[in-house]
């Protein structure tokens, strides 16, 4: 069912400050790192993924300026991911993923975003680093068959990404 504990995404003021704590403080690299720009977003942010070498993955995403925005749902999760700062979100790596979803909206969980498929041309990016580990080389460029995503809320709030690849 749930294989492992994919990344972490945290929003920051700071993008560059927070890269280079997390680079300096706890001996993460740079994966890959862009800047983004989607209108349900609202504003450019830059992103990155920071990895250790032991496959521990942050996500860091820049929220120039934060605006209020009401509570969630599927029309405006990116909205408020970027716009607060904070840990925002947890991603799973599942391999059998209907029942995952199934069994999460069993215990509370809420769906957020229904899951949907993405495929490498998707994706456009440039790498900064190597890495040794296989869970770091599906963060650069996802197979060919592409995967599953789905969003959904505890029962507190925090987004978890439900992803399978």
């Known amino acids: 069912m749930i294989e492992k504990l994919e990344h972490v995404l945290m929003v920051v003021n700071d993008f560059s ?39 521990d993955i942050i996500e860091v995403l820049e929220a120039p300026e ?26 799973f790596t599942v391999n059998n993923f209907d029942k995952v979803i199934e069994r999460l909206t069993k215990f509370g969980a809420k769906l957020i975003v229904p899951p949907f498929a993405r495929f490498p041309e998707h994706y456009i990016l440039e790498v900064k680093g190597k890495p040794k580990d296989e869970r770091l080389k599906r963060v650069i460029m996802p197979s060919s068959k592409g995967y599953k995503i789905a969003m959904v809320a505890d029962i507190n709030g925090l987004l978890i990404e439900i992803i399978e690849r």
């Open 17 to 55: 400050g927070t890269v280079n704590f997390y680079k300096k403080a706890f001996g993460f690299k740079i994966l890959r790192k862009w800047k983004y720009s989607d209108a349900k977003m609202g504003a450019e942010s830059e992103i990155a993924y920071l990895y250790r070498d032991n496959g």
């Open 66 to 91: 934060p605006k209020p925005v009401p509570e969630y749902d599927e029309t405006n999760w990116q909205q408020w991911m970027v716009n607060s700062l904070g840990v925002k979100q947890i991603c």
